[in-house]
């Protein structure tokens, strides 16, 4: 708190030169960012994020592909920003459709992207999983 009471706003820069604001993280300021990247299941199609399955992208997405459908799921993300913002409802709609969409492309939800019939298993825990003893041992010191 500053010394009239209101809450100051924590911000810093990052490798983009934008600025962010921490306290819109979830967890605020004070939850720290992971150092290295989350762990890839031996078959490369989930990430494991505190526990929790997380589909990849596609890999058959071109460099430009990809980078296009990131671009457009970023705006979109910013759009729902601003649209709650401003209490638009009818704009939050149509944000949050184009974030699923942009997902879908990127092979993120929807279909899965590989074709050899095992189910999607994104959003489990991996310890419910087939992946269970992989990451038991992956996570051992």
């Known amino acids: 708190m500053t010394s009239t009471g209101s809450a100051e706003r924590v911000s810093n820069t990052g490798t983009s030169g934008r600025m962010r604001n921490d306290l819109a993280r979830p967890g605020g300021p004070s939850m720290p960012r992971s150092k290295s990247p989350p762990p890839v299941t031996p078959d490369g199609r989930y990430i494991v994020v505190r526990g929790r399955l997380w589909r990849k992208s596609n890999p058959a997405l071109t460099p430009d592909e990809r980078q296009a459908l990131v671009d457009a799921l970023m705006q979109a993300r910013r759009a729902i920003r601003t649209a709650m913002a401003h209490d638009d409802a009818p704009g939050l709609r ?10 879908v492309a990127l092979g993120e939800r929807g279909p899965v992207w590989w074709d050899d019939g095992a189910p999607d298993l994104n959003r489990h825990m991996v310890h419910t999983t087939g992946y269970a003893d992989w990451y038991r041992d992956a996570s051992r010191p």
Request: proline content about 0%.
């Open 94 to 103: 149509q944000a949050r459709t184009q974030v699923y969409a942009a997902k």
